[in-house]
């Protein structure tokens, strides 16, 4: 199964999730030393290992973090070569000056917001979805 790809679909059917817990980006040299289960993402730059993991296990293993997150994820199936959908909820984001940090998954996008911007976050993109914003 590819995915959605047509935008109106995208967005009208794009149902936000706001996942339980608190997440934190951390950098690492060796990611073969955290349990993969415990890891939400993890990608290669060539300064480190990004991870981004839940608040608490990153506290247990003393990774060092300065921004706290909430996960949403956008329920819909979509194409990883789909126009547009990133586009438009960034910038519904944006114009509510609500930071977003995107991860496009095989299945879903996946939007981290700062823990305060949660709920402000959902109301933005629920009236994105409904076409009022």
Not at 56 to 66: C, E, G, M, Q, T
Not at 86 to 105: E, H, Q, R
Request: hydrophobic share 45%.
């Amino acid at each position: 199964m590819s995915g959605e790809t047509d935008i109106r679909t995208l967005l009208k059917n794009m149902t936000p999730v706001l996942n339980d817990g608190e997440y934190v980006f951390c950098t690492i040299d060796d990611p073969g030393k955290l349990n993969r289960n415990d890891l939400v993402g993890l990608f290669r730059e060539d300064e480190g290992f990004t991870v981004i993991l839940n608040k608490a296990i990153a506290d247990h293993l003393n990774l060092s973090y300065n921004y706290i997150a909430a996960w949403i994820t956008l329920t819909i199936h979509s194409s990883l070569d789909a126009v547009g959908l990133t586009a438009a909820f960034s910038k519904a984001l944006g114009d509510a000056s609500i930071s977003c940090n995107v991860v496009a998954a095989y299945y879903h996008d996946h939007i981290f917001v700062g823990l305060r911007d949660a709920d402000r976050a959902m109301l933005v993109l629920k009236q994105l979805a409904k076409g009022t914003k």
